[in-house]
């Protein structure tokens, strides 16, 4: 299963927009790259994913680059509502038991 | 539709007693998951099920940990017995699919005194 490694925190101020990379070296040719959210007291809330090169949505975006072995997410203007806890998940989505394993998640900061 | 519901959504109990954690994930989705979660360990995978069969439980602390799925609208993970590190916060999930997202519930505050 592929590890995965995020920064532990990052600090923003509203209006910005705040980019989270994750590194996933042994990344399989079936996994899929999925972010997640977080906030105190509930569970985590999909965000976006994607398999190669760009994904964006409605809340955010997703990179890939070639080799994917890594990842990054970007909230375009953050507010304070989007301090939260966020996740990068590399998920075998072949035969291989499809097990989701979640990181230590990186904890997103936003101030005035 | 109402999302995956989990009951109770705290439980207190002494240490030695039974505690039983109830899910019941979104109807139509055929992958459950049980997670615990901490600060010091995060959010551990403790068991996932495919179509009501149990795939990988690897992550089952230990033998006192037991979870079912008797059928496709429910599911019990069961401690027993209780001891006061298995205070966390546990949460269910469920998906339609491989590959599609997790929706998670709103987790079960179980703290073991």
Not at chain 1, 22 to 30: D, G, K, L, R, V
Request: with cysteine; charged share 20%.
């Amino acid at each position: 299963l592929a590890k995965t490694t995020q920064p532990i925190s990052m600090d923003s101020y509203e209006g910005q927009e705040v980019n989270i990379t994750c590194s996933h070296n042994n990344i399989a040719t079936n996994d899929y790259i999925t972010w997640y959210q977080q906030f105190p007291s509930q569970g985590p809330r999909f965000i976006i994913q994607g398999y190669k090169t760009k994904v964006t949505n409605e809340v955010a975006s997703l990179f890939i680059p070639a080799d994917r072995k890594s990842s990054t997410l970007s909230l375009p203007r953050v507010s304070l509502s989007d301090t939260a806890v966020y996740y990068c998940l590399v998920g075998d989505n072949g035969g291989g038991g499809n097990k989701l394993t979640f990181g230590t998640g990186t904890q997103l900061k936003v101030e005035l | 539709d109402a999302g995956v519901i989990q009951s109770p959504r705290h439980e207190v109990t002494e240490m030695g007693q039974e505690v039983t954690l109830r899910c019941k994930p979104i109807s139509g989705h055929n992958s459950l998951f049980w997670y615990r979660q901490t600060m010091m360990r995060g959010l551990e995978l403790l068991i996932y099920f495919n179509n009501n069969v149990p795939i990988d439980d690897s992550g089952m602390p230990e033998d006192r940990f037991s979870a079912k799925m008797p059928n496709a609208s429910f599911s019990t993970l069961k401690i027993q017995p209780s001891e006061p590190r298995d205070s966390a916060v546990y949460f269910c999930a469920s998906r339609i699919r491989i590959g599609e997202k997790l929706f998670f519930g709103s987790g079960t505050q179980l703290s073991v005194l």
